[in-house]
């Protein structure tokens, strides 16, 4: 089954991860948003692109590895 969303045709798998979430067309948007909601509701967000519709998603599952400073971070070479 596939449905229409805004000039694009999806299938239902897609539009569950994407199709029905608020879409952000640019990072600024997103992140304004983010914090705005992180505000009102206590929780933390954070945001990703997604390649589906080339926009951005707000998400609650955030990734706390990059939030602390306890043990440096090496690049691998």
Known sequence: MHIRLGGLNMSRKIWYQCGRKN??????????YRRVFEAQRGKKLDYY???????????????????TDDEPVYAAI
């Open 23 to 32: 879409r952000y067309r640019d990072e600024h948007t997103a992140n304004y």
């Open 49 to 67: 692109w997604c390649t589906y519709c080339n926009g951005f998603h707000l998400t609650s599952l955030v990734d706390e590895t990059c939030e």
